[in-house]
């Protein structure tokens, strides 16, 4: 009984989910960063995550190789979404035609990937510890 | 009279080891709750406890030879993890369904309990007996 693996698994999902609010952070904090060249402004960033078959020796159960997949992020995709352009001949970073642009992050989108994001989290939470109780007890076992 | 530990303790040990697996699967599932791609699994709790227990199991492989591929005499429980049907179609075809797996976690902690409390029990018993108090 390999129980000690849980704590990897979702310690990988801990730490997945907090890539993820990571990047909706970011995207938050830099919704308005406008810029006046559309090559170089802020996309939104997210993150891309994929299942890994645990890595097991010869002579483990096809049960323990077939479950035991931790997720890990496979990396941060930034949007192809354009940015709006605004006529703002104001703006200090405006371009000589006097427009700037903002980039294409939906702050609606991010706040709902936020509250997914968070609830997934306590999930991952109160299965590290009722695991934990659960071991702690089969410990206790005959006393 | 032989005193055969296994039997005295009934299919509780086999219970135990199959809950904590479930355990790890519905772990597994939790953690890619929001990966691309990823089906949800869980263990026939009904039929991995009947081939654990029946006296017809298949036969278990042993190995005497160091040339011989080492193969764990548990594979059979392989055969019971089986995928979930999920509820509602998603885009990014992920079938995880978090409050499912949560009742379903919730379920097994109960159950491994239950195992727990059982198999003390037992442990006391025979304790009792042996020490006479």
């Known amino acids: 009984m390999s129980s000690f693996k849980i704590f990897d698994i979702v310690g990988s999902g801990l730490s997945a989910q907090s890539v993820r609010l990571n990047t909706v952070a970011s995207n938050l904090a830099n919704a308005d960063s406008v810029s006046g060249d559309p090559n170089t402004v802020y996309r939104a960033r997210h993150p891309v995550f994929q299942a890994v078959k645990a890595q097991v020796g010869a002579g483990t159960s096809a049960i323990d190789q077939a479950s035991g997949a931790s997720v890990k992020v496979k990396g941060i995709v930034q949007s192809n979404a354009l940015p709006t352009e605004r006529y703002d001949p104001g703006n200090p970073l405006a371009n000589e035609d006097g427009n700037v642009y903002a980039p294409n992050v939906n702050v609606i989108e991010e706040m709902t990937d936020m509250i997914s994001a968070s609830r997934a989290y306590q999930d991952n939470v109160e299965v590290l510890n009722t695991s934990k109780d659960l071991m702690l007890a089969t410990l206790k076992l005959g006393s | ?133």
């Open chain 2, 1 to 133: 009279m032989p005193f055969s530990l296994d039997t005295y303790l009934g299919i509780h040990p086999d219970a135990l080891k199959l809950q904590s697996k479930r355990t790890e699967v519905i772990a597994d599932n939790l953690a890619n709750a929001d990966t691309p791609g990823y089906k949800a699994r869980d263990i026939d709790f009904r039929a991995a406890m009947a081939s654990a227990g029946s006296p017809d199991a298949p036969v278990k492989m042993t190995t005497d030879n160091p040339g011989h591929i080492a193969i764990d005499p548990n594979t059979d429980a392989s055969a019971n993890l089986k995928y979930r049907t999920p509820l509602a179609p998603a885009l990014d075809g992920n079938t995880v369904d978090s409050q499912q797996e949560q009742a379903a976690f919730a379920d097994n902690t109960v159950r491994y309990q239950a195992t727990l409390t059982f198999l003390s029990a037992r442990f006391k018993g025979l304790m009792t007996a042996i020490t006479g108090q």
